[in-house]
């Protein structure tokens, strides 16, 4: 299977000629690892970057908490107002008005095929094209169950992502932003290429180096 769980809990996507690479950490947060071309079944957890921070990077309530912060660790999906500073993934404001989210791993399946996306333009496979992975998080002050979706296509070096959130608790909330996926990449060697347009200017190509 294109999809490997380890016993410690890192979750390791294999496309034809890439690898995605994740875990998830102390206090059950998901870590990024690691995505780009195809590596061995090695350990990777070095590439969270456990290391010191400054005074200002707020500290989570865990026992390497001098060594790891929402701020500076490259988190799997960012969310806002729990310390990480980066333009989050996901916000959600309850019915009070406050708009912090905190998401932990709760559980995972994995199984063949793509699920469908209801009323959604998407991508789609049988079950013997792909495999899928469901993470599933809870926020526990809103009672929000986010779930993201990693679909592996065998044959391509394609992996495509989703997320559904899902209230469980009788309060409602209100979603304020939320985007299909979040990864971090060093900015060496990259450019963002945009491709907009008007009328009788189409399809211009804008690249900007990301520094």
Known sequence: MSIKVTDNRVFKLYTKDTSYIFAVGE?????HQYYGGYVSDDDLSYYAK???HGGVCPKPAFPTADYFSTDVNRMEYSVNGTGDYRVSALQIKDNDGHASTDIRYVGHKIYPGKPVIPG???TYATEEEADTLEIDAIDAHTGALVTLFYTVFKNHSAITRHVRVKNTYDKSFDIERIYSACVDFYAENFELLHIYGMWGKERIVERNKLN
């Not at 206090?27 to 870590?31: A, Q, R």
């Open 27 to 31: 206090g059950n947060m998901l870590l």
């Open 120 to 122: 959604m333009p998407a």
């Open 50 to 52: 456990y290391q010191r």
